[in-house]
C-alpha cells in the first residue's frame, strides 16, 4: 500500500504517520486547530462583549429580582378619587357645569349687537366682548361634538341659532375697529397737509386761523391752558396720567389707537 | 412663561375640547384648526382659560371623502382635522354623561330617525321591498293571456338552478 502524495511538511506535522509502530505512545487528540487559538493577537479588550446578546463574561450578574418593582394599583375603588378644582380654568368650556346644555339653555339668547351700538363702545370694552364670543363659540363648539357623539336628540338648531348671533357681534366689532382704522388713517393723511393742524406734538393739535367761537387769539388759549397745568402740580400730574400725547412725527408709529 | 413677541388683539380661532376615553384627568384633547400651532396653543390657553400647559401633542387626522357623484364644494375644508393633547399642570376631569335625555327629546327624534330611514328606503328601493309577489303574478298573468291567445306553450320550463 502506497502513501497518498502528501508534501513532505505536512505529512509529519499534521496527519500521524501510519507507520508509528509503538503501542505505549499516547493517544494525541486529533485537531486540525492550531494550538495557539483563542490567544487573540489583537489585543482586543471588547471582543465577545455583545449589548444585544448580552455577554459580557467581566460584568457582574445584576440580580434584577433583588430590586421589588412597584405594584400597580388594579382595583379603581382603591384609586384616589381626583377632584377639578372649582376655579379651573377650563370650566369656561361647561358654563352650566355639565357636558351638554339643553336646547332651552342654548335657545335663551337675545339679538346680535348692532353696529350702531357697538360704536359707542370704547376699545377696551370691544375687547372684552370679543373674547366673551371666542369663548361662547369655544363652548357651542365642544358642544356639537358631544352632541354628535352622543346623539341625544334635537339641539342642534338651537345652537346653530346661537352661534349665528355671536359670529353676528363679532363682525360687528370687527367692522367698528376697521371703520374707526380709516378714519384716523385718513385724519392722519389729510391732516399732514392741512395747514391749521400741528403734529408736532407740543400744544394743542388743531390751529384754526380764524376761531369764530373765541374772542381771544388761539395762542393765548393754549398759554393760559398751560399756566394751569403748571400752577397745581397734582392736577398737573393727574392730567399727564390721563392725556396721552400724540407721537412726534419722528417716532411717529404706524400703529393705529385701536392698539 | 414664555409667549411670542406679536400681539394679537383680536383672535379668531374656535377649538373644542373633546371627550376622551382613556385618557389620564392631566390630560386634555382639543380639535383645533389647521392653521394653529401648539405654540398657539399653549397661548391661547393660557391667556384665555389661564391654564398652564406642560406639554402638547398634536396630530392631523385625514377624513374619507364622499363618492364622487355625491361630493359638493364645502368637502374640501373638512379633508382634515388637527386635535392636539394638552398636559395640564392641574388636573380637569371631563364632566360625566348626560343620562337623561328628555331635555332633548330623544324619544321623539329617534322615533322620527327611524321613520326617515324607512321612507329613504321606501324611495330608493325601486319597489324591490314592497314586491310581495306582485312581479311574479304579473309574469305569471301575462303567460296566461299568451297561452290562450295561442302564442305560448304550456310545457313548463325546467326551474333554472
Not at chain 1, 66 to 72: F, H
Not at chain 1, 100 to 116: M, N
Not at chain 2, 39 to 46: A, G, N
Request: some cysteine; proline content about 8%; charged content about 30%.
Amino acid at each position: 500500500m502506497s502513501l497518498p502524495l502528501v508534501p513532505r511538511a505536512i505529512r509529519s506535522r499534521a496527519i500521524p504517520t501510519v507507520t508509528t509502530s509503538s503501542a505505549t505512545q499516547c493517544a494525541r487528540a486529533f485537531s486540525t486547530t492550531p494550538a495557539n487559538a483563542g490567544r487573540n493577537s489583537d489585543r482586543s479588550k471588547l471582543r465577545g462583549i455583545s449589548a444585544l446578546h448580552r455577554t459580557n463574561p467581566k460584568a457582574p450578574l445584576l440580580a434584577m429580582s433583588k430590586i421589588p418593582l412597584p405594584q400597580p394599583v388594579l382595583d379603581k375603588a382603591k384609586h384616589t378619587p381626583i377632584i377639578t378644582a372649582p376655579d379651573h380654568g377650563l370650566w369656561d368650556f361647561f358654563p352650566t357645569k355639565s357636558s351638554l346644555r339643553t336646547p332651552e339653555e342654548d335657545a335663551s339668547h337675545g339679538r346680535a349687537w348692532h353696529v350702531s351700538e357697538l360704536r359707542n363702545k370704547s376699545f377696551e370694552d370691544l375687547h372684552k366682548l370679543w373674547y366673551i364670543c371666542v369663548k361662547e363659540r369655544n363652548v357651542i363648539a365642544t358642544q356639537a361634538h358631544e352632541r354628535d357623539r352622543l346623539k341625544p336628540g334635537y339641539g342642534d338648531f338651537e345652537a346653530q341659532t346661537r352661534d349665528k348671533t355671536v359670529k353676528k357681534t363679532m363682525s360687528g366689532i370687527r367692522n367698528v375697529l376697521i371703520e374707526r382704522h380709516h378714519a384716523w388713517t385718513e385724519a392722519r393723511r389729510l391732516a399732514k397737509s392741512d395747514p391749521e393742524v400741528d403734529l408736532s406734538g407740543q400744544g394743542r393739535a388743531y390751529r384754526p386761523a380764524a376761531p369764530s367761537f373765541a374772542a381771544e387769539p388761539v395762542e393765548q388759549i393754549a398759554a393760559k391752558e398751560v399756566a394751569t397745568e403748571e400752577a397745581s402740580p397734582a392736577v398737573e400730574k393727574k392730567a399727564k396720567e390721563t392725556v396721552i400725547p400724540p407721537p412726534t412725527p419722528k417716532t411717529e408709529s404706524t400703529v393705529s389707537p385701536l392698539s | 412663561m414664555k409667549f411670542g413677541a406679536q400681539k394679537i388683539y383680536l383672535p379668531k380661532f374656535t377649538i373644542a375640547m373633546l371627550r376622551t376615553e382613556g385618557l389620564a384627568p392631566n390630560y386634555a384633547h382639543f380639535q383645533v384648526p389647521l392653521n394653529i400651532t401648539k405654540l398657539d396653543m399653549k397661548d391661547y390657553l393660557y391667556h384665555l382659560y389661564n391654564t398652564e400647559v406642560v406639554s402638547i401633542r398634536s396630530y392631523v387626522l385625514g377624513v374619507p371623502r364622499s363618492p364622487k357623484h355625491i361630493r359638493g364644494p364645502v368637502e374640501l375644508n373638512k379633508r382634515f382635522k388637527k386635535r392636539m393633547i394638552v398636559e395640564l399642570k392641574s388636573p380637569f376631569v371631563y364632566p360625566e354623561e348626560i343620562k337623561d335625555k328628555t331635555p332633548w327629546d330623544s324619544e321623539l327624534y329617534d322615533a322620527a330617525y327611524e321613520n326617515e330611514k324607512a321612507k329613504y328606503k321606501l324611495d330608493f328601493s325601486r319597489g324591490r321591498e314592497l314586491d310581495e309577489g306582485r312581479r311574479s303574478k304579473i309574469i305569471d298573468a301575462a303567460k296566461e293571456v299568451l297561452v290562450q291567445k295561442g302564442l305560448k306553450k304550456t310545457v313548463a320550463k325546467a326551474p333554472m338552478k
